[in-house]
């Protein structure tokens, strides 16, 4: 008998394009701020406000029994998820939206090496040929040589490489405890990482800058609500391909409100390295294993 995420394909497709506006208007909306607030101190806020969420999964915290082991895990997955929230602020008010959202797609990638090192997965052939062909797409996207490199892409690239870590740390220990409580752990110990890089350097924020970054939380919250929605609905393998269009947006909203043209190595770079994350997605899928993240699943 088939199951129910077999049966609603169309389902999934609307809910991961929906997850995919969700996450390209957090993009736009950092962007919007246009630095008037330091990058530490926009993700702090960000997370701040964005706590208020976490009122329905409160009695779900409360109710979790945490040992030593793993409240380490959690505190040093606050710490490489605020070092890689704040390095994505900063990439933000420095590269082009394109740039940062098919750099972003690097994340599955790194993920899929860690694995490798850390728990002990096997690396065919055939996933080799994925991340080789991913890192050309990186490549392309950056030309180094042939353009002077902005620190803006060295963050960003330091930020899929963070939020791999924080994925793989999550999947040590969400087979211990709930998803409320992993979601939660993360907001709570992020916000408290943040806190001393945003005093560094905080400037006090207008009423619209709040407003702003309210909308940020807003929309991240309600775009890993939908995620979850489109992974009930159907396959991964369904669901995977759908992100492109978080590129097609991205380049769309660059152009229209940030006079940032398209460009035609971004988009390349970026095609060929979501067809390997796809490809590593679906390879997954056959083997009955899920190591390799969904692109925008740890997005802020």
Same mark, same amino acid.
């Given at each position: #008998?088939?199951?129910?995420?077999?049966?609603?394909?169309?389902?999934? &497709?609307?809910?991961?394009?929906?997850?995919?506006?969700?996450?390209?208007?957090?993009?736009?909306?950092?962007?919007?701020?246009?630095?008037?607030?330091?990058?530490?101190?926009?993700?702090?806020?960000?997370?701040?406000? +964005?706590?208020?969420?976490?009122?329905?999964?409160?009695?779900? #915290?409360?109710?979790?029994?945490?040992?030593?082991?793993?409240?380490?895990?959690?505190?040093?997955?606050?710490?490489?998820?605020?070092? *890689?929230?704040?390095?994505?602020?900063? !990439?933000?008010?420095?590269?082009?939206?394109?740039?940062?959202?098919?750099?972003?797609? $690097?994340?599955?990638?790194?993920?899929?090496?860690?694995?490798?090192?850390?728990? %002990? @997965?096997?690396?065919?052939?055939?996933? &080799?040929?994925?991340?080789? =062909? =991913?890192?050309?797409?990186?490549?392309?996207?950056?030309?180094?040589?042939?353009? @002077? $490199?902005?620190?803006?892409?060295?963050? #960003?690239? %330091?930020?899929? /490489?963070?939020?791999? &870590?924080?994925?793989?740390?999550?999947?040590? /220990?969400?087979? @211990?405890?709930? =998803?409320?409580?992993?979601? *939660?752990?993360?907001?709570?110990?992020?916000?408290? +990482?943040?806190?001393?890089?945003?005093?560094?350097?905080?400037?006090?924020?207008?009423?619209?800058?709040?407003?702003?970054?309210?909308?940020?939380?807003?929309?991240?919250? =309600?775009?890993?609500?939908?995620?979850?929605?489109?992974?009930?609905?159907?396959?991964?393998?369904?669901?995977?391909?759908?992100?492109? $269009?978080?590129?097609?947006?991205?380049? !769309?909203?660059?152009?229209?409100?940030?006079? @940032?043209?398209?460009?035609?190595?971004?988009?390349?770079?970026?095609?060929?390295?979501?067809?390997?994350? &796809?490809?590593?997605?679906?390879?997954?899928?056959?083997?009955?294993?899920?190591?390799?993240?969904?692109?925008?699943?740890?997005?802020?």
């Amino acid at each position: #008998m088939e199951s129910s995420a077999t049966q609603r394909p169309g389902l999934g &497709i609307f809910w991961m394009m929906v997850t995919g506006l969700c996450f390209v208007a957090v993009t736009a909306l950092v962007k919007a701020l246009g630095g008037r607030v330091p990058a530490a101190e926009s993700a702090f806020l960000r997370y701040l406000l +964005g706590l208020v969420f976490l009122i329905p999964m409160w009695p779900s #915290m409360r109710a979790a029994s945490l040992t030593p082991r793993l409240w380490k895990l959690f505190g040093l997955r606050g710490v490489v998820h605020s070092l *890689g929230v704040a390095l994505w602020f900063y !990439a933000m008010t420095r590269i082009p939206l394109a740039e940062v959202t098919a750099l972003n797609y $690097l994340n599955p990638v790194y993920v899929t090496l860690l694995a490798v090192l850390f728990l %002990g @997965e096997r690396l065919a052939l055939r996933r &080799i040929m994925a991340i080789l =062909a =991913a890192l050309v797409g990186a490549l392309i996207i950056l030309r180094p040589g042939f353009r @002077e $490199l902005d620190p803006g892409h060295i963050a #960003m690239l %330091g930020t899929a /490489f963070l939020f791999s &870590i924080s994925y793989l740390l999550a999947k040590v /220990f969400s087979g @211990e405890v709930s =998803a409320a409580v992993v979601v *939660g752990m993360l907001s709570i110990t992020v916000t408290i +990482g943040l806190a001393p890089m945003a005093w560094a350097v905080w400037v006090w924020p207008s009423l619209g800058d709040l407003a702003i970054l309210f909308g940020v939380a807003c929309f991240a919250t =309600a775009g890993h609500y939908t995620m979850t929605l489109a992974f009930a609905a159907a396959p991964v393998t369904v669901t995977q391909p759908i992100t492109f $269009l978080q590129l097609v947006w991205s380049v !769309a909203l660059g152009a229209a409100f940030f006079g @940032e043209p398209a460009d035609p190595w971004v988009i390349a770079g970026g095609v060929l390295i979501l067809g390997a994350v &796809i490809f590593i997605t679906w390879r997954e899928a056959v083997l009955k294993r899920r190591v390799t993240p969904i692109v925008g699943e740890t997005r802020q």
